[in-house]
């Protein structure tokens, strides 16, 4: 596996302070390191530097948005560029409005794409429907064809184009869905794999049908975005929106050795580790581990173990 990192210290896509480091921390448990340990190739690009835009005022309900709208304009750029380098694409956040840089650069490297959104939260909230005016909960509706008529102009948006299909995307994790956006799904026939189906099911049919129906017409690359909220929060408390009866520590690394084992993986976004949300050093440390710990997993970490194929018993 050849990886590109890329951090994005940013936290604009809602309001909690802190997000911004969640890059930094996970490269501090190691992860370069760790992923070079188990054969994989690692070029860190570094971290994205974010100016600051004064006078950011709200539109409409919109907070930062023109903060938010450069930030993933300049993220793009950089996702296209690790992606024209050959590598599978690693962005380290940030809050989840990210994505919408992240895949925006992916599409114009790789055009078609599956979009596997593991998170309690749709995130699929428009402009006008958004409850909080708060981005990280929005990023999917900007990306999505079905929806640009419901996108209205926004100052430093204007490089923006949708690039997914509803039918490309699937969902995991889902428990704390608005009302607007139940709408949405429903409307967009678009599949999702909420808690309840994942208690149903059990995780190892919803990777099965996840990957049926991504791979029921062509196969294209995955674009896994993994919120780290979509954990339970006793295994990732230091997060901005916890939401009780989530994905075990088990059922999260079982997702992503699974989605690596498709070999299509092309880009992962780690997103919403915010160690000011943890009360304690340990809360922090479990939060910012299983991050590690999912990333590792998407790039070939097996829980039964390796070993080194000319490998001879001494
Ligand atoms: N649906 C809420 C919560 C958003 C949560 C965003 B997250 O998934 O990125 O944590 C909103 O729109 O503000
Ligand atoms: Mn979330
Ligand atoms: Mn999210
Ligand atoms: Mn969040």
Same mark, same amino acid.
């Given at each position: ?11 604009? @896509? ?37 100016? *600051? ?11 930062? #948005? ?57 995130? /699929? ?5 958004? #409850? ?19 996108? #209205? ?36 026939? /678009? ?11 059990? /995780? ?7 990957? *049926? ?31 009780? @009866? ?69």
């Amino acid at each position: 596996h050849c990886v590109g990192i890329i951090g994005a210290p940013f936290s604009k @896509g809602q309001q909690r302070d802190g997000v911004q480091r969640g890059a930094d921390l996970i490269r501090a448990a190691g992860l370069v390191q760790k992923l070079k340990g188990q054969g994989c190739v690692v070029k860190d690009y570094g971290n994205l530097i974010f100016e *600051d835009i004064p006078n950011d005022e709200p539109i409409g309900r919109l907070k930062t #948005p023109r903060a938010v709208g450069r930030a993933n304009e300049l993220l793009a750029g950089a996702v296209l560029k690790i992606k024209s380098d050959g590598n599978t694409c690693v962005m380290l956040g940030g809050d989840h409005s990210l994505a919408i840089g992240s895949i925006s650069g992916h599409a114009a490297s790789r055009h078609e794409l599956s979009v596997l959104w593991v998170d309690a939260h749709a995130d /699929i909230n428009t402009p006008l429907t958004t #409850p909080t005016g708060n981005i990280h909960g929005q990023p999917l509706s900007y990306l999505i064809h079905e929806l640009h008529s419901k996108i #209205p102009i926004i100052p430093h948006f204007s490089w923006l184009k949708p690039c997914v299909a509803a039918k490309d995307i699937v969902y995991i994790g889902l428990r704390d869905v608005d009302p607007e956006e139940h709408y949405i799904l429903k409307h967009l026939g /678009i599949k999702m794999f909420s808690m309840t189906e994942v208690d149903r099911l059990g /995780i190892a049919k919803v990777m099965e049908q996840t990957c *049926d129906h991504m791979f029921s017409k062509v196969k294209k690359p995955i674009h896994l975005s993994f919120d780290i909220d979509a954990l339970d929060p006793s295994v990732s408390p230091a997060t901005g929106t916890p939401a009780a @009866g989530g994905l075990t520590y088990r059922e999260g690394i079982y997702i992503t050795e699974h989605i690596c084992q498709t070999g299509l993986l092309s880009a992962v976004d780690m997103v919403e580790v915010n160690p000011k949300q943890g009360k304690t050093e340990d809360e922090i440390k479990s939060t910012v581990n299983a991050a590690v710990d999912l990333i590792l997993s998407c790039f070939g970490r097996v829980r039964e173990g390796s070993h080194e194929p000319d490998y001879q018993i001494p």
